[in-house]
Structures are given as structure tokens and as C-alpha cells.
């Protein structure tokens, strides 16, 4: 379940991602571990706050989530940029796939 969000979710939005909060900031390699380490936490406790300069939005996390991890190389204008995207999913009846990892 998320809490204090501004959004309403009604039947038009049905299938669209609406975009509840951003952060994008330069960290060292510590900096990004530890703060990984902070949101790992905060989910085995069932609960996670994003704070922004503007808004605040709670997250409640069920016991059951689905992990979705992926890396990916892109060519740009100066050399190969990777990225790593850590998703965690759920859905507010508490339901989710599991995933196996090998």
C-alpha cells in the first residue's frame, strides 16, 4: 500500500504509471551500498518513507513482493553507459510472483 500520495488513481488511469517520486543524485560506490543496505532495511520491516523537499510518500510493503533485477549496456556520444534497475513489485491485495534466481 502507498500513503500520502497525490495521485487518484481512477478508471481513466487504468494501465498508466503515474510517477510518485524521483530521486536522482551522484554517490560514491559506499555511499550507494549504504544507503541500499537503509532501503533493505527499511522493506524487512514492512515499511519504507521517501522524503522530498515538497512531498513524502509511505510505502507498506506485504510479505509477498516480487524482485525484478536487470542490467543493460547503452552506447552514448561518450563510451557504453550501464545501469542496474532494482524493481520491487506488489500489489495492494498483498499477491505476487515469485522469482527464481539461478
Excluded at 544507503?35 to 518513507?49: F, P, T, V, Y
Excluded at 522530498?52 to 510518500?57: A, F, Q, V, W
Amino acid at each position: 500500500m502507498v500513503k500520502n500520495y497525490p495521485a487518484t488513481l481512477t478508471e481513466d488511469t487504468m494501465g498508466k504509471e503515474i510517477k510518485l517520486y524521483k530521486s536522482k543524485e551522484q554517490k560514491s560506490r559506499t555511499e550507494v551500498g549504504d544507503q541500499l543496505h537503509l532501503i533493505a532495511d527499511k522493506i524487512k520491516a514492512g515499511e519504507l518513507i521517501l522524503q522530498g523537499e515538497s512531498s513524502r510518500l509511505i510505502l507498506d510493503f506485504p510479505e509477498d513482493l516480487t524482485l525484478e533485477i536487470e542490467a543493460e549496456d547503452k552506447r552514448k556520444k561518450h563510451g557504453i553507459r550501464h545501469c542496474l534497475q532494482i524493481e520491487i513489485k506488489w500489489y495492494d491485495n498483498g499477491s505476487a510472483q515469485p522469482l527464481q534466481i539461478t
